[in-house]
């Protein structure tokens, strides 16, 4: 470890501290089951009008994994893994 | 008009057993009627850090199902008065009792103490259901710890939706040496995680342990966690009790001064 990293090191309690803000936007953000199915059920609608989807094995989620940053907040990122069967066009 | 608190926590060995012995044995000290009630049924405590459990004969599964009255599992504490225990069942498990149940027993104990202390189970299932249901206020006890913080924070939730209006905090288990050193998150950060009021700081006292292997809350007692406890009593009772500033700058002169002001500083935790 160098001097200077010595330095820069965060301490366990800014680090706790950081963990867990992140951690309660994703536990905080969990919408109830039945919701995520209402969102997945329409945005599988509406994507449909486009092209053909896999609403099967389609997924969706919430994460707090992007990295989005607003205003120097996490904000948490829904994730939408919907398999393509066919472009239409 | 009588107060129903809860004494909640998430997640289990923070310390609400601990809380709910020593606020209501305070509460009591300071002239009030209190029945603390032992909502952890399988896997009850409560008596044990009261040093009470030589004294059960009835537990609140009896009172519920009509085996004995109320007043029959009612246990007079060893030193006050005004106080009273109603422990679990040990060999009986949560899903035995139900809300409504419960909000009845709470009804009835309501036209005679002030207050009513309910010690909820760990947990987020059918125990802290029951421990909930009849509650107009609780205090969720946390420790300055990721774990402890992340399920106070699940439990708050739950709390606002079970409609509990009034929703305190008491921040447990400080240790203000990790504290000055930068390895434990201060009072202020978990306030400003968590969001909800703060109603008391414990610290990390040993005299804790003594005082639970022994089966005598040390609240009002020359300790601090004592002292901490006896404050969180008084604020419950209506009175403007400052908090200690954990977060002073340690000085060589504040820890001279600070020696002689010892005493002053225990009575503001």
């Known amino acids: 470890m160098s001097l200077f990293s010595i330095f820069k090191r965060k301490s366990s309690r800014q680090v706790a501290k950081d963990r867990l803000k992140i951690l309660l936007i994703s536990d905080r953000?969990?919408?109830s089951p039945e919701m995520m199915e209402l969102i997945k059920n329409d945005i599988?609608?509406?994507i449909s009008k486009y092209m053909k989807i896999?609403?099967?094995?389609?997924?969706?989620?919430?994460?707090?994994?992007?990295?989005?940053?607003?205003?120097?907040?996490?904000?948490?990122?829904?994730?939408?893994?919907?398999?393509i069967l066919d472009l239409k066009n | 008009m009588s107060e129903v608190i809860v004494v909640t926590s998430?997640?289990?060995?923070?310390?609400?057993?601990?809380?709910?012995?020593?606020?209501?044995?305070?509460?009591?000290?300071?002239?009030?009627?209190?029945?603390?009630?032992d909502a952890d049924i399988g896997l009850r405590n409560l008596d044990v850090v009261m040093g009470l459990e030589n004294r059960i004969v009835y537990n609140l599964v009896d009172v519920i199902e009509g085996t004995c009255r109320l007043k029959q599992a009612l246990i007079k504490d060893k030193r006050h008065a005004g106080l009273f225990l109603m422990p679990a069942a040990q060999t009986r498990d949560k899903n035995c009792v139900t809300p409504e149940q419960m909000v009845k027993l709470i009804d009835n104990l309501k036209t005679q103490f002030d207050y009513i202390i309910l010690d909820c189970p760990a947990g987020i299932e059918q125990g802290f259901q029951n421990a909930v249901a009849g509650a107009d206020h609780a205090i969720v006890v946390t420790t300055p710890e990721v774990s402890a913080i992340r399920d106070a924070d699940r439990?708050?939730?739950?709390?606002?939706?079970?409609?509990?209006?009034?929703?305190?905090?008491?921040?447990?288990?400080?240790r203000q040496d990790l504290v000055r050193r930068g390895e434990m998150m201060t009072v202020e950060d978990v306030l400003d995680i968590l969001g909800i009021p703060l109603l008391g700081v414990v610290p990390d006292d040993e005299n804790v342990v003594i005082a639970t292997n022994q089966g005598e809350p040390l609240v009002g007692k020359n300790s601090l966690a004592g002292q901490a406890f006896y404050n969180i009593c008084r604020r419950l009772e209506g009175k403007d009790v400052p908090f200690m500033d954990f977060n002073k700058n340690i000085t060589i002169w504040t820890k001279v001064s600070g020696l002689f002001r010892k005493n002053l500083q225990e009575e503001r935790v």
């Open chain 1, 29 to 31: 953000v969990n919408c």
């Open chain 1, 44 to 46: 599988a609608q509406v």
């Open chain 1, 54 to 83: 896999d609403t099967t094995s389609m997924e969706i989620q919430i994460s707090k994994t992007g990295n989005s940053v607003r205003n120097g907040k996490v904000t948490p990122v829904l994730y939408a893994n919907i398999p």
């Open chain 2, 10 to 37: 998430g997640k289990g060995g923070v310390g609400k057993t601990t809380t709910s012995a020593n606020v209501g044995t305070g509460l009591a000290e300071m002239g009030k009627s209190v029945v603390l009630i």
């Open chain 2, 155 to 174: 439990i708050i939730g739950l709390l606002e939706a079970n409609e509990i209006k009034k929703i305190d905090l008491v921040v447990n288990r400080l």
